[in-house]
């Protein structure tokens, strides 16, 4: 499956963007989909997760409660939505696809992966 992330950009503390990730094929339904983020000079870490069916999702602390995964299989798609966002959300967000069954925030898990948004969050 190949992932085509967007919607990143930038944004003053406490807006919102939405960031969204398109993938081919027609087995997008059987992956999980996680939101992973890269923050300058740091190691690339978990954000969020949904489940195959989008019944299920997993978010890192640092964003529970502020931004919320979500899907679309019809479309082939799946989104982020991001509040309340801080100088400290700033990063690349990365797509990536995870053929196994359930939610995981391991990197290793996810087979696939997208291109990279910058978000850019301003104090």
């Known amino acids: 499956v190949q992932l085509q992330a967007s919607g990143g950009g930038l944004v003053q503390a406490g807006g919102s963007l939405r960031l969204s990730c398109a993938a081919s094929g027609r087995t997008f339904s059987t992956y999980v989909m996680g939101w992973f983020r890269q923050a300058p000079g740091k190691e690339r870490e978990f954000v969020a997760a949904?489940?195959?069916?989008?019944?299920?999702?997993y978010y890192a602390n640092s964003v529970k409660g502020r931004f919320t995964i979500s899907r679309d299989n019809a479309k082939n798609t799946v989104y982020l939505q991001m509040n309340s966002l801080k100088p400290e959300d700033t990063a690349v967000y990365y797509c990536?696809?995870?053929?196994?069954?359930?939610?995981?925030?391991?990197?290793?898990?996810?087979?696939?992966w997208g291109q990279g948004t910058l978000v850019t969050v301003s104090s």
């Open positions: 949904v489940s195959r069916s989008g019944g299920s999702t």
């Open positions: 990536a696809a995870d053929s196994g069954p359930i939610i995981s925030a391991i990197q290793v898990a996810y087979e696939y």
